[in-house]
Nanobody
Framework: QVLLVESGGGLVQAGGSLRLSCAASGLTFSNCRMGWFRQAPGKERAFVAGISWSGGSTVYADSVKGRFTISRENAKNTLSLQMNSLQPEDTDVYYC?????????????????WGQGTQVTVSS
């Protein structure tokens, strides 16, 4: 059974930082592309960032480029998202995603495994 468990969400003031983590089990983590998505109530889930199995390739949504950094530690089966310069519009539930495909894609339908999500709230 594949489990992706997110942690690190919370409440932060605008301009602040948070670091999200995702602990993965039940899959060969080092063979999987991994990603972060986010979703607000009543809206579609949206791509935030993705990383290749080796960590050598990363992709970001335009809205977070230069502020968020995705990284992974294959030896620990963990994925991270460092979020800096947070703004109220970054308020969402953030989801960890994984898949055995090679290339990082932005479509939610391309990803097989999902975590339960962690809430990030940025106050103005």
């Amino acid at each position: 059974q594949v489990l992706l468990v997110e942690s690190g969400g919370g409440l932060v003031q605008a301009g602040g930082s948070l670091r999200l983590s995702c602990a993965a089990s039940g899959l060969t983590f080092s063979n999987c592309r991994m990603g972060w998505f986010r979703q607000a109530p009543g809206k579609e889930r949206a791509f935030v960032a993705g990383i290749s199995w080796s960590g050598g390739s990363t992709v970001y949504a335009d809205s977070v480029k230069g502020r968020f950094t995705i990284s992974r530690e294959n030896a620990k089966n963990t994925l991270s998202l460092q979020m800096n310069s947070l703004q109220p519009e970054d308020t969402d539930v953030y989801y960890c995603a994984g898949d055995s495909a090679f290339y990082v894609t932005k479509r939610t339908s391309d990803w097989m495994y999902w975590g339960q999500g962690t809430q990030v709230t940025v106050s103005s």
